[in-house]
């Protein structure tokens, strides 16, 4: 779906307002809640999203939303060489595991804060409104997720589990 589940969201907003980035990525943004709820505590930043179902970005008027909007499947896009934030809100689900493991590897290599959430209770969903890549493909657990993202900052919710990795 091209929302995700509010638990914790205030959680991600304090932790993004004390970063004090002057780039957040956020990546599947769907419907821009993450721009809508907490540009605000960032006056500083320039946001762009990465959204990969071309029919989201008109669909959410993610231009309006957005300084810039990536069409792109994140597996192919090109990160900026300048520090940067990078909020994965409900995305790696989305990915092949090993894709998503190298996904994470590769940004803790590059970005300077990356937020990660992702469903801590097994959900099946298929394709949602014509959109194939809304299929969860992999079901994490909170302790894989830990484990993956090295134990940083992190909340266990009762839906979701969020993490929050700086350099």
């Known amino acids: 779906m091209p929302v ?3 638990e ?3 959680w991600v907003a304090d932790r993004l307002a004390a970063a004090r980035p002057h780039l957040v990525i956020d990546v599947g943004a769907g419907e821009g809640i993450y721009a809508m709820l907490m540009r605000s505590r960032t006056p500083q930043a320039r946001w762009e999203a990465v959204e990969v179902w071309a029919p989201y970005v008109e669909r959410f008027a993610l231009a309006t939303k957005y300084d ?5 499947d994140v597996r192919a896009f090109t990160w900026p060489q300048e520090p940067f934030t990078v909020l994965l809100g409900d995305v790696v689900e989305h990915l092949p595991e090993a894709d998503a493991r190298e996904l994470l590897a590769g940004l803790k290599r590059r970005a300077e804060h990356v937020m990660v959430s992702v469903p801590i209770v097994h959900i099946e969903q298929g394709p949602v409104g014509g959109n194939p890549h809304e299929a969860h493909l992999k079901h994490w657990s909170y302790e894989e997720m830990d484990e993956l993202m090295g134990g940083c900052d992190s909340l266990r919710g009762d839906v979701l589990g969020r ?3 700086s350099r």
């Open 4 to 6: 995700s589940h509010h």
């Open 68 to 72: 810039a909007v990536h069409t792109v």
């Open 8 to 10: 914790g969201r205030g």
């Open 163 to 165: 993490w929050w990795w």
